[in-house]
């Protein structure tokens, strides 16, 4: 299956996209997730306005598309089947995506804004394996200490209040068009993000399997 998760940020896409990934037995391709781990990598030669991913990153600003496209054709080159996460998130890259693959289902979390803020600014990260808290809406055992692996978890260099605020500006201005683009074309289907996790979860499969 190839499955395209869309939604702004904190809506849970990274969350849903681990259970689809398991669930379904395809692979999660993140652009978030590789660009973090490539924060440092020199783009410097690219002619792009900062040196390197992070910079854009802990500005709350979009990493040039000819360093993203790169990324997920390489990943879905390989991939058999996928969920793609964090991409694409602007009509250039959607126009991109579409001359690489073909989708079978698109689902679109929809969380209001005040409520992706409290998300994004109490989400904790572990380190060590990457599994996602958050203090108030699922809070580990242990405060810092994560479940699964009992890595410490921090706090992502981008989830301060105003460099949320400006993610979800960055997301308004350039991937909401995404979103109506998927929407005008009939292949969304809208699933309330606000539910509980399970809920989202099964919300999710069922768009994916109709
Ligand atoms: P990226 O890593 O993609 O971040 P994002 O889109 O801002 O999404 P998040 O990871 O913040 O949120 P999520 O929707 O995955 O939510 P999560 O499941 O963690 O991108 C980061 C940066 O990289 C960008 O700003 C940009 O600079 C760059 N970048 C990435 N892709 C790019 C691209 N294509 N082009 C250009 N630049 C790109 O959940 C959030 C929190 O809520 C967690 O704490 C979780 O526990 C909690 N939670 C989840 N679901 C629920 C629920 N149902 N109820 C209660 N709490 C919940
Ligand atoms: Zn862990």
Redesign the pocket.
Known sequence: KHILLL???????????KRLAAEFGIEHV???????ANKGMDIGDMDTEYDS?GE??D???????K??NAI?EEALSTADGYVL??????LD?AEFLSEITDLDAVVY?AVDEEVLVS??T????CENCGE???VE??PPEEPGVCDECGGDLVQ?D??TEET?RE?LR??EENTAPVVEHYREAGALTEVD?????D??FDAVVDAVES
């Open positions: 939604g702004p940020p904190g809506a849970g896409k990274g969350t849903q996209s993140t652009t978030g997730d590789a660009l973090r991913p854009y990153m500005a709350g600003e979009l990493v040039p598309d360093v993203v997920v996460d964090g991409y694409p998130r602007n890259q979390l998300r994004l109490g989400r904790r990260v996602n808290f958050h809406f699922e992502r981008d989830d949320a993610r960055v997301y993000g606000e539910a509980p996790p809920e989202v």
